[in-house]
């Protein structure tokens, strides 16, 4: 059955038509009204243990040393584009949250609407309500954002497939919400 999930996700991604054609942008085009929406960086297998507990990094899939070389490597391609003291907003998830952390651009804070559904399908609406209401409530002359999620929200609120590490720009204080592009981060 997980083999089967995964298979539908991936192909979900290879299909997906919404903004798959997106510019890429560098992070020298990210100014006011921009969100960088995330995926945690590299953390090798798929979903989580049966025993996942937040809170507890020992009960989930966490980010290895590469993945760690990653989020520390995006961190600097935005720091060298000038992009520090941001809001950072997480997944609550211990890869995300260390992702996060990594990338050095400024304080974190766990959101819960950015969390993985990835085997609670079942919160997938509401919690998408609650993230795009986020990003519609947020000044459209905002500083840049920063969201460190998963897959699945990235897909779920913009179309695109988001490789690990890979980050998905869109407009803040839009309905629906608005792809910018790719932001091109690796070094």
């Given at each position: 059955m997980r083999r089967l999930v995964l298979l539908v996700l991936v192909l979900a991604g290879l299909t997906a038509p919404a903004h798959a054609d997106s510019p890429t942008i560098t992070p020298d085009d990210i100014g006011p009204g921009h969100v960088i929406v995330m995926r945690h960086a590299l953390a090798p297998g798929t979903g989580d243990p049966p025993d996942l507990t937040l809170g507890d990094c020992g009960t989930q899939r966490n980010l290895d040393d590469r993945g760690r070389a990653q989020a520390r490597a995006l961190g600097e391609a935005l720091r060298d584009a000038g992009l520090t003291g941001l809001s950072v907003l997480s997944s609550q998830w211990c890869r995300c949250l260390e992702t996060a952390r990594l990338l050095d651009v400024g304080e974190v804070r766990p959101f819960p609407p950015?969390?993985?559904?990835?085997?609670?399908?079942?919160?997938?609406?509401?919690?998408?309500?609650?993230?795009?209401?986020?990003?519609?409530?947020m000044p459209a002359d905002a500083p840049p954002t920063v969201m460190v999620t998963h897959q699945v929200v990235i897909s779920s609120l913009t179309g695109v497939f988001a490789r690990s590490g890979e980050a998905v720009v869109v407009r803040a204080g839009t309905r629906p919400v608005a792809v910018v592009g790719r932001l091109a981060l690796e070094r």
């Amino acid at each position: 059955m997980r083999r089967l999930v995964l298979l539908v996700l991936v192909l979900a991604g290879l299909t997906a038509p919404a903004h798959a054609d997106s510019p890429t942008i560098t992070p020298d085009d990210i100014g006011p009204g921009h969100v960088i929406v995330m995926r945690h960086a590299l953390a090798p297998g798929t979903g989580d243990p049966p025993d996942l507990t937040l809170g507890d990094c020992g009960t989930q899939r966490n980010l290895d040393d590469r993945g760690r070389a990653q989020a520390r490597a995006l961190g600097e391609a935005l720091r060298d584009a000038g992009l520090t003291g941001l809001s950072v907003l997480s997944s609550q998830w211990c890869r995300c949250l260390e992702t996060a952390r990594l990338l050095d651009v400024g304080e974190v804070r766990p959101f819960p609407p950015l969390n993985s559904f990835f085997r609670w399908r079942e919160r997938e609406a509401d919690q998408m309500a609650a993230l795009r209401d986020h990003l519609a409530s947020m000044p459209a002359d905002a500083p840049p954002t920063v969201m460190v999620t998963h897959q699945v929200v990235i897909s779920s609120l913009t179309g695109v497939f988001a490789r690990s590490g890979e980050a998905v720009v869109v407009r803040a204080g839009t309905r629906p919400v608005a792809v910018v592009g790719r932001l091109a981060l690796e070094r």
